[in-house]
């Protein structure tokens, strides 16, 4: 078989371990030939593909970002996108897609499967919010980036009896900030699953202070307060209709100052969370979705997506994974709220 394989979305740390391990084992268990569709669904639309044999995954498996380039292009948007696909694909001499993304490259995949094109899904997002998966790779690492930095930002918050407000990544879900908070100790965590009153958030950092300790405010950016709208940047949609976010942290650690008299700054962490090398949790997790993804094409099980489910690596219907997205269940943000401000 003639196999392309593709990178969608944001990137995150994994996604060379997933291609190195579906390359290696198709290629020595099975005999199979690769070829690497560049920048994501953008790739197979218009043709741009670049070679991927055993020689060009060499050395990647500890390597950030994506060696095929991503993009957030939706071939739904673009006119006759799915013809076009089809067709570079039969040009390519291409029997199969192995595409490794989120809920949108994913939610493609599932549109392409049912319009007959052989695809297998591999889940990835440092956001951690795909159905039918208990992990993504990516989510691991950017949570030890974001506890890194606020273990560094408690000892300087301290010398300097200033709240810090963290914002960290997090568009719908907020298992970053969860992870990351209770990892690093943060006195308060806001999540986009339920919003917040800025007042209550104000009375705890007053009460870390009066513990003689600083507070750090870990904040998903797509937290939102109580009075009303998400606070934005920027207003344009992307091709699958998300705007960008980013602003909150700002938003809060002006509001958080005016209301406690006491000077508070904010860090956006950003794209450092999804920068850099793996941890050995996602070059562990990807490569065995990437052994399992490779081993669902060789049987030529279409329309599935690889999932972990407790240890196991298994295989579940594209249309389950991305049917809903995971958020985080109120009850596990009870768990943390027992140390907010204290
Ligand atoms: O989905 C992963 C993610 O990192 C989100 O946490 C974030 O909202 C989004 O991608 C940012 O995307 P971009 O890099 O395209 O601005």
Redesign the pocket.
Known sequence: MRIGVLTG??DCPGLNAVIRAVVRKGVASYGHEFVGFRDGWKGPLEGLSRPLGIAEVRGILPRGGTILGSS?TNPFKIENGVERIKENLAAQGVDALIAIG?EDTLGVATKLHELGVNVIGVPK???NDLGATDYTFGFDTAVNIAMEAIDRLHTTAESHHRTLVVEV???HAGWIALHAGLAGGANVILLPERQFDVEQVAGYVEKRFQHQYAPIVVVA?GAQPLEGQMVLQNQELDSFGHV??GGIGQWLAEQLEAKTGKEARTVVLG?IQ?GGTPTAFDRVLATRLGLQAIDAVHEGDWGKMVAMQSTDIVRVPLAEATRELKTVPLERYAEAEVFFGS
């Open positions: 979305g944001g957030r989120g997002t440092i956001d990544m997090g568009r950016e960008r976010l794209h999804r």
